[in-house]
C-alpha cells in the first residue's frame, strides 16, 4: 500500500501558520490570558466564605432547591478545608472562559445549520470528528501555536467543548412546531423576528442542555490541560500523578468531582425553572377550557318557544 504522508502535511500546515500567523497567535494568546486573569481576580478577590455565599444565592435563584443549597455551602467548604480553594477558582476561571467562547460560537453555528441544510451537511463530519477525536490530541497543535501554559488549554478545553453547543442547539430549533413557525410567518414575522420570538424561546430547553454539556466537557479538559501547564485542579491531580501522593489526588479530584455537580445542578436547574415558567405562563394565557365550551354552549343555545 501507498503511505500517505498526513501527518508530514498537517506538521507543513501548522507550521505554516505559527511562521507566517506568529503574531497574531501572540495577540490572541495575550487577550485570551487577560481575561482568565480578570475571571480569576474576580474570582478570589472576596474572601472564600463570601464567595461561598454568593455560589448558594445563585443555586437558590436557579432552582429554588434548599438541598442545592445546602450542598454548596457544605460542598465549597469541604474545599476550602482541603486547601484547593485558589486551585478551584483556577480551574473555575478557565472553564467559564472557555465555555462562554464555546457557546459564543457553538450556539450561533447550531442556528445556522438548523436553517440550512447545506450547512447542516458540511458541519455533521466535522461535528462527529471532533468527538471522535481523542481528547490529547486537541492539545498538540495548541501547544505547538501557544506554547506550554493557560493558553494551550483554554483553547484545547474550548475546541473540545464546541460540538455539543452546536448538536443541541440544532436540534432544539429543528424540534419547533412547524404549525408555530407558519403562524408567526402568517402574522407577518420576518425571519429573524421568527428567530428571535418564536424558535429560540421555544429551543431554550435543548440550548440550556447544550450549555450544560459544554461545562462538563471543559471541565474533563481542564484536567487533561494540566499536563501542559495549566494551572488548578489538573495540575494537582497531575503532580499527585506523577509523585505517587494518592491521597493529594483523591482531593483534587474530589474537588473536580464537586465544581463539576455544582455547575451541573446549576444550569439544569435554571434551565428547568424557565421551562416551567414559560409553561405555566402559557397556561394562564390559554382560556379555561371547559369554560369557554359552556359559554359557547351558550351563545348557540336557542330557547324553545
Known sequence: MPELPIGDAVEKFTQFLQDHLGEAFDVFANVLMQLVDVVYTVLVAPHPLLLIAVLAVLAWLAGRRVTLVV???????????????????????????????AVAVGVPLGVWAARSSRVSMVIRPVLDFMQTLPVFVYLIPAVFLFGIGVVPGVVATTAFAVPPAVRLTQLGIRQVDAEVVEAAVAFGSRPWQVLREVQLPLALPSIMAGINQV?????????????????????????????????KGFEGGLAVVILAIYLDRLTSAAGSRDLTRRRARRRAAEPDAPA???RMHEEVTVPLA
Open 292 to 294: 369557554q365550551r359552556d
Open 71 to 101: 450542598f454548596t455551602v457544605l460542598a465549597f467548604l469541604l474545599v476550602a478545608s482541603m486547601q484547593l480553594w485558589v486551585q478551584t477558582m483556577q480551574t473555575l476561571a478557565v472553564v467559564l472562559v472557555a465555555a462562554v467562547i
Open 215 to 247: 461545562i462538563m466537557m471543559a471541565l474533563s479538559m481542564v484536567v487533561i490541560a494540566g499536563m501542559v501547564g495549566a494551572q488548578g485542579l489538573g495540575s494537582v491531580v497531575v503532580q499527585s500523578v506523577t509523585q505517587l501522593d494518592i491521597g
